[in-house]
């Protein structure tokens, strides 16, 4: 069994400024974008293994959270089976058109607990090294930088599981 946490974070053109290095007492400017432009970053890890699994995608919805769900499925290790905590998103409610491979099983999280999902503290650390205080030229632009940020944390499964690790989430095997 493999415990794996999911969420999706927009990210655009109306981007996020954080804090920069600067001399104290000065005002540092930082570059701030007045257009609309913008993809969802859907994506998961499974802290024990030091891995995840994510897809760009145009809007956040229930056929793409299908898609992701297909992708994540494909990453869990053969022969195992994934525990999924997702938020209680309006495309995370089982029925209707959402398709849970059978390798999944889907846990919500309780209502207002962002603190709870790991994937959070992803998109905060991601933010902070890699999508902040940027403008994007285009659409393609954004997709493009949401993947070199996945990729670069990917490439860092230590990292993945000292962001993921929640010492209250024991996986009995």
């Given at each position: 069994?493999?415990?794996?946490?999911q969420?999706?974070?927009?990210?655009?053109?109306?981007?996020?400024?954080?804090?920069?290095?600067?001399?104290?007492?000065?005002?540092p400017?930082?570059?701030?974008?007045?257009?609309?432009?913008?993809?969802?970053?859907?994506?998961?890890?499974?802290?024990?293994?030091?891995?995840?699994?994510?897809?760009?995608?145009?809007?956040?919805?229930?056929?793409?959270?299908?898609?992701?769900?297909?992708?994540?499925?494909?990453?869990?290790?053969?022969?195992?089976?994934?525990?999924?905590?997702?938020?209680?998103?309006?495309?995370?409610?089982?029925?209707?058109?959402?398709?849970?491979?059978a390798?999944?099983t889907?846990?919500?999280?309780?209502?207002?607990?962002?603190?709870?999902?790991?994937?959070?503290?992803?998109?905060?650390?991601?933010?902070?090294?890699?999508?902040?205080?940027?403008?994007?030229?285009?659409?393609?632009?954004?997709?493009?930088?949401?993947?070199?940020?996945?990729?670069?944390?990917?490439?860092?499964?230590?990292?993945?599981?000292?962001?993921?690790?929640?010492?209250?989430?024991?996986?009995?095997?």
């Amino acid at each position: 069994m493999e415990v794996w946490w999911q969420d999706e974070a927009r990210i655009g053109q109306q981007g996020t400024l954080t804090r920069i290095w600067a001399e104290r007492g000065s005002r540092p400017s930082a570059p701030r974008d007045q257009r609309y432009s913008w993809a969802y970053l859907f994506g998961a890890i499974c802290p024990d293994r030091g891995v995840g699994a994510a897809l760009v995608l145009p809007t956040a919805n229930t056929q793409m959270m299908n898609l992701h769900l297909a992708e994540i499925s494909a990453n869990v290790t053969p022969g195992a089976h994934a525990v999924l905590i997702v938020d209680g998103a309006g495309w995370h409610k089982v029925g209707g058109t959402l398709r849970v491979p059978a390798n999944i099983t889907l846990v919500i999280l309780p209502p207002y607990s962002p603190e709870l999902n790991p994937v959070e503290n992803v998109w905060a650390f991601l933010r902070a090294n890699k999508l902040s205080n940027r403008v994007f030229e285009t659409y393609d632009a954004i997709v493009e930088a949401c993947c070199d940020a996945w990729n670069w944390l990917t490439a860092q499964p230590d990292r993945i599981t000292t962001i993921g690790t929640r010492s209250w989430v024991c996986v009995s095997q």
